[in-house]
């Protein structure tokens, strides 16, 4: 290598016929994803995808629709799933005024109500109540069909599909069938590994979004403790390789955040204390949020822990918490840091998290080339 290249998240805005709108045609769809795939290529990126547009659904809660066995919950059977989501989180009780504001106003995941959020989301509890399986082979087709589509002469193995890890996939969902929570976590990670599968026999990269490992920390851990939450998330690593296994590590990617909404996010876990369960996962590549200012500090960890041979970090330089243009310098900045500690040729430079309905589509297209203009500038400092 001798730059630093590019990528992001996931999530970018779309046209509006398409844009988290349900109903749009097979050749509507391919037109719209040509477009995102084209704008992303426009502004520097490197390594692109289809912007999610293939997902119509919000981030949590599309791949419920892709795996059999559930029914929605009951009032009762709501009440206690959702005590292990993120409904009763620490920065939720302590900043009570402000979420109630957020909420009142639209503003706790966008701040100015243009970007557009998701149709039809389906947010209700679910319950498993039957044996799990995989049933979005149609659904993952045409996603794959319309990455390929879009992609032109763009190359495939330098394109990407998101879909979520078990643990992330769990919130939301209770267990009313397997004997025991290993047994329904594992069924859960058989279902989800045909759909990795699939995305990594089209020849793309895949990436495994996994928001709720650190998020259900104020929700879980902080009432735990951190032993037992560790054990909490080992599980679900050993779960997540379950589902990996037998993928090329250098065809897989796996995200990280602490939840995408703009609130203070003061009793977050500390990356540290997680960090050598992160690198468990058999991924090539972990996608971190490094330019959150909660968590740009963390950079630090990386002096202690380093990275295993062959893997490389792919960290957030770009935020999605601010309608501010970072300046290409500052997003040199980040990843000269980052270069000097891992190596340059171990660095991919990316976003936080998705930017398509976090920020106003004008502002993501503007992060996205101050992204690749601070790689572009990273790269003569290191490279050179």
């Known amino acids: 290598m001798s730059r630093i290249l590019t990528t992001h998240v996931g999530a970018l805005p779309g046209p509006e016929d398409v844009w988290h709108v349900a109903g749009a045609s097979k050749a509507r769809r391919e037109e719209a994803v040509a477009e995102v795939v084209a704008k992303q290529r426009a502004a520097g990126v490197d390594i692109v995808n289809e912007g999610e547009l293939t997902k119509v659904g919000s981030w949590s809660t599309f791949m419920r629709k892709r795996l059999s066995g559930f029914e929605v919950a009951d009032e009762q059977q709501t009440e206690e799933i959702n005590v292990r989501a993120l ?146 998330v080992s599980l679900r690593m050993d779960v997540l390789n379950h589902a990996l296994k037998g993928l090329p590590q250098d065809r897989v990617r796996y995200h990280l955040c602490w939840g995408s909404w703009h609130g203070p996010h003061v009793h977050d876990l500390p990356l540290a204390d997680i960090i050598d369960m992160l690198l468990r996962v058999d991924a090539g590549g972990y996608l971190i949020e490094s330019a959150n200012v909660r968590h740009e500090h963390e950079w630090r960890v990386w002096e202690e822990t380093g990275l295993p041979a062959g893997k490389v970090l792919i960290p957030g330089v770009v935020s999605h918490a601010t309608t501010l243009v970072e300046h290409p310098q500052l997003v040199a900045d980040r990843l000269v840091r980052f270069g000097k500690i891992l190596g340059p040729e171990n660095i991919i430079a990316s976003t936080d998290c998705g930017l398509g309905s976090r920020c106003h589509p004008q502002i993501v297209w503007a992060k996205l080339k101050a992204l690749s203009e601070g790689a572009a500038l990273a790269s003569k400092a290191l490279f050179a």
């Open 87 to 232: 409904y009763s989180s620490i920065d939720r009780e302590e900043f009570a005024e402000f979420y109630a504001a957020a909420n009142a106003r639209g503003t706790l995941f966008e701040q100015t109500g243009t970007a557009k959020q998701f149709e039809g989301s389906d947010l209700r509890a679910r319950v498993c109540t039957a044996p799990i399986t995989y049933v979005g082979q149609e659904t993952i087709a045409d996603a794959i069909a319309a990455l390929k589509a879009g992609l032109g002469d763009h190359p495939a193995d330098q394109a990407f599909l998101t879909t979520v890890a078990p643990a992330s996939f769990e919130p939301g969902v209770g267990n009313a069938y397997y004997d025991s929570e290993e047994a329904f976590l594992y069924a859960i990670a058989d279902a989800l590994a045909v759909e990795y599968r699939a995305i990594i026999d089209a020849g793309f990269i895949l990436q495994v979004d996994d928001a709720y490992i650190p998020a259900l920390w104020e929700s879980i851990g902080v009432r735990v403790g951190l032993e037992e939450y560790r054990k909490f």
